[in-house]
C-alpha cells in the first residue's frame, strides 16, 4: 500500500494542493496572507510527512518488547 | 465627583467615539462646561456649609446631653454637701473639683469663681490633651470626658472620626482663656453650655429643632448635586474624549509650517501610497464642510530619505507582525518575514510540542478566545491572560499544527493512536517475560502517516525516535535556513544591489550547501537505501561528516561510490567561498568609487559639510513627528532652506560618497567570520527541536504512569474514587505543566529560532516605524478614566 511512490504522490498532492490555493484565494487585500500561509504549511506539513516515512521506509532497527504478554494484539 | 461615587458612564457605550470633533463642538462645550461648573461649585459650596453647620449642631447636641449628665452626676452625689455651703448650682461641683482634684488646701479658695470649658475633640488627640492640660495648669483643673458612640464625618475630606465631649472645670478667668486657646490649639470644637438644666434643656430643644431643618435643607440640596453630577457623569467620558482629541489635533498643528509669503499652513507627513487617494477626498470633504474659499492641496514631494516602514496587518497578522516588530523594524520595501512566520513559527513550536491531546487543548482554549473575542476585548484582563489573549491566532495556529505534528509523533496524551495497520508483527508464540523481537509484516509496506504505533512502550523506542527527531530538526532546520537565506538574495534584487548577490548570497549559499546541504542529502540518502536488502554496514553519518573535514578523501564506510572525490570537491568549493564573501564585496565597492573619482564627481555633501545641519538632530525630529524637512520647493524663503536641500542630497547619496574602505571592509570580515562559524552553529541551534520535543514526550509519559495508571491498578470501589481523583489531578497538571509551562517554553525557543538563526540570514532591520496620527491609537495609548 505504502511504498516508495507515496512520496512521489505526496509530491504532486502537495503541488496540486499549492496550485489550487494559489489560484482559489479568496481575492482582496489579504489574498498574499492566504497564499503564503497555505502554501507554506502544505509543504511544512508534507517536510514532516515525507521524513516520518522516510525513517520508517528501511528500517534498520525493529521494535523490541520485553514485557509484551501472549494473546497480545 | 470621587466624593459622592456616581458611576461614570463606561466609554465603551459611546459609539462614535472615533469620528473626528467639530469646530463647533468644542466650543460648545467649552461654554457647557464653564456654567455647569460654576452652578456646581455654588451647589458644593452651600452643601459644605450647611454640612459644616449641622456638624457643629450635632457636636453641641452632644456636648449639652454629655455636658448635662455630668451636671446631674455632680449634683447627685453632692446632696449631703450641699447645705455646708450656699444654694449656687455650682457648689457641688466645686466639692467634686476640690475632692478629686485638688484636694483639701484648696477648698475655701475661689468658690465663687468655678468656671467650665465644655467641647468636642477627636478622640486620638484627648491623651495629649489631658497631658498638656495637666502640665500647663499644674494639675488645677478637673476633666470630665465621654466618648460620642458615633462617628462625626468632617463634610470637607468626608472622612469620620471618632470624637469625645470633654467638659472641664477651673478657676479663675486666665485659667479658663489658657483652657480654650490649648484646647483650639489642638482642634477641639468649644460650645457653649448654660450652668442652669432649665436652659439646657432649652438649648437641647432648640439644637434639636435646627438640626431638623437643617437636615431637610441638606436633603434637598444633596439630591440638585447628585442629579446634576449624574447627568454630567453620563457624558464626562464623551467630553474628556473630545478634549483629548482637540488637544492632539492642536498639537499636530503646531508642527506645520508657516509659509509666511503665501500665508498658508504646511503639513509633510508620511502616507502609504495606497491611502493617498483617500487622504485627498477626505481634506476635499472637510474642506467643503468648513466652507473655506482657499482649497487645500495635496502636492507629491520628491525625496531621497527613506520613508518609514509600515506593515499593513489585520487581527490575524497583527501578532505575527509584532513577533518580528520586538526584534527590529525592517528597512523600507525589505522583504517582510512577518509573512512567512505566520507558518514557521507556529510549526516550529508543534515541532516540539507535537501531541494531538495537548494540541487540541490548545486549539479549543484559541478557539474559545476567539469565539469571545468582542467580550473579552472589553474586559480588564490580567497580564498573563491580556498576553495569550493578545496571541490568540498564534495560539490557534500552534494548536491545529500540534494536532497533526501530534498525529505524525503518533500522540495523544503520550499514547499511541493506532489508525493505520502497523507495519511491525509480534510473533505469536513467546512466554511471558521473553524478549521479543518485532518483525515486518510486508518489506513492500511502510507505515502511511507518521510513526508506527508499534513503536510505543518498546525498549528501543528512544533509539528510533531519538535518530528520527534529531535527522527531522537538521532537516527541518535546513529548510528554514536555506528559505531564510533565499530572502536576502530577494532583498538585493530589489534594492538593486547585484553586489550582495554575488558577494554575498551566492558564496554563502555554496558554502551553506556544500556541507549542510551535503549533510541533508546524505540523511535522505541513507534512509532511501535498504542497507539490510543490500547487506553492506549502514554508514554512520556523524562518523563521514567529522571525516569530511580531519582526513578528506578517506571513508571508513562507504555510502554511495565516488564519494570520496564528491566530498572533497564539496570541501573545496565550501573553502573557496570565504575568500570570495571576505574580499569581493569590499573590493567592488572601492573599484566602483575610484570609477566615479576618476571621472571627476564630487559629493555636494563633501565639500560643503559645514553648511548641513545636525543630521541626528534632523532625524530625531523627522521620526519623532512623521514629517519630513527638506527637499520641497515652497521652502525658498525659509532661511536655512538651502542647507536643508544641501544636507538632503547629501544624505540621500552619502552611501557612495562617504566610502571608507577600511570600515567597509572590517564589516566584511565581521559577517564572513559570522556567516560561516553561524551555519555550524545554527545547525546545531535547531536540534533544540529534537531536545525539547523529547522532554515533552517523555513528560506527558512520565506524568500518565504516576497518575491514571496508578487507579488503573486497583479494582472496586477504591479503584472508582482513584480514578476519578487522579483524572483530575492528571488533567490539572497537564494543563498547567504540560500545556501552558511546555507551551511557554517551546514558544521561547521557536521565537529564538526565527529572530535568531533565521532572520539573521537576511534581515536588515534598519527601519522607522511609521506612526500615524489617529485618534484611535491616541486614546488607546492614554485611555479615559
Known sequence: MANGWSLIIGLIVVVIFCGVSWFASPKGENQTVWRSSLILSAWAMFLMWAITFMAQWHPLISPIHNSLRPGYD | MDKSSIPMRSIYEFNNILAAPSASEIDELSDRCQSLESRISSLNESYETLKKREVELTEWRWVLREAGGFFDRARGNAEEIRQSIDDDDDAPLLRDVEQTGQG???????????????????????????????????????????????????????????????????????????????????????YSVDENSELRRDQIHEVNTRLNDLASVLRNTKQTLDAELTAIGRSLAMWMVIIKKEKAVYQTLNRFSYDSARKTLIAEAWCPTSSLGLVKSTLQDVNDRAGLSVPTIVNQIKTTRTPPTYVKTNKFTLAFQTIIDAYGTAKYTEV??????????????????????????????????????????????????????????????????????????????????????????????????????????????????????????????????????????ILMGWAHMTFSLCWSYVNARHFKTPIDIWGNFVPGMIFFQSIFGYLVFCIVYKWSIDWNAIGEPAPSLLNMLIYMFLQPGTIETPLYKGQAGVQVVLLLMALVCVPILLFLKPFYLRHQHNKTRALGYRGIGESSRVSALDDDEEDASGSGSGTLTGGRDSIGDDDDGAALITQDIGHGDGDEHEFEFSEEMIHQVIHTIEFCLNCVSHTASYLRLWALSLAHQQLSIVLWKMTLNIAFGMNGVVGVIATVCLFYLWFVLTVMVLCVMEGTSAMLHSLRLHWVEAMSKHFMGDGVPFMPFSFKILLEEEPVE
Open chain 2, 104 to 190: 483639701d488646701n484648696d477648698r475655701s479658695f475661689g468658690a465663687m469663681n468655678i468656671g467650665f470649658v465644655a467641647g468636642v475633640i477627636p478622640r486620638e488627640r484627648v491623651a495629649a490633651f489631658e497631658r498638656i492640660l495637666w502640665r500647663t495648669l499644674r494639675g488645677n483643673l478637673y476633666m470630665n470626658q465621654s466618648e460620642i458612640p458615633d462617628q462625626i464625618v468632617n463634610p470637607e475630606t468626608n472622612e469620620g472620626a471618632d470624637k469625645n465631649v470633654f467638659v472641664i472645670f477651673a478657676h479663675g478667668k486666665e485659667i479658663i482663656a489658657k483652657i480654650r486657646k490649648i484646647s483650639e490649639s489642638l482642634g477641639a470644637d468649644l
Open chain 2, 336 to 473: 517582510n518575514p512577518g509573512l512567512p512566520t505566520i507558518v514557521t513559527f507556529p510549526f516550529l513550536f508543534a515541532v516540539m510540542f507535537g501531541d494531538f491531546g495537548h494540541g487540541m487543548i490548545m486549539t479549543m482554549a484559541a478557539a474559545a478566545m476567539i469565539y469571545w473575542e468582542k467580550t473579552l476585548q472589553r474586559s480588564k484582563l490580567d497580564e498573563l491572560f491580556s498576553m495569550a489573549f493578545y496571541g490568540r491566532y498564534i495560539m490557534l495556529m500552534m494548536g491545529a499544527y500540534s494536532m497533526y505534528t501530534g498525529l505524525i509523533y503518533c500522540d495523544v496524551f503520550s499514547k499511541a493512536m493506532p489508525i493505520f495497520n502497523s507495519m511491525w508483527e509480534w510473533p505469536s508464540d513467546f512466554k511471558e517475560g521473553d524478549t521479543v523481537y518485532a518483525t515486518r509484516a510486508d518489506p513492500g509496506y511502510t507505515y502511511p502517516f507518521g510513526m508506527d504505533w508499534r513503536w510505543h512502550d518498546t525498549e528501543n523506542d528512544l533509539i528510533f525516535s531519538n535518530s528520527y527527531k534529531m535527522k527531522l530538526s
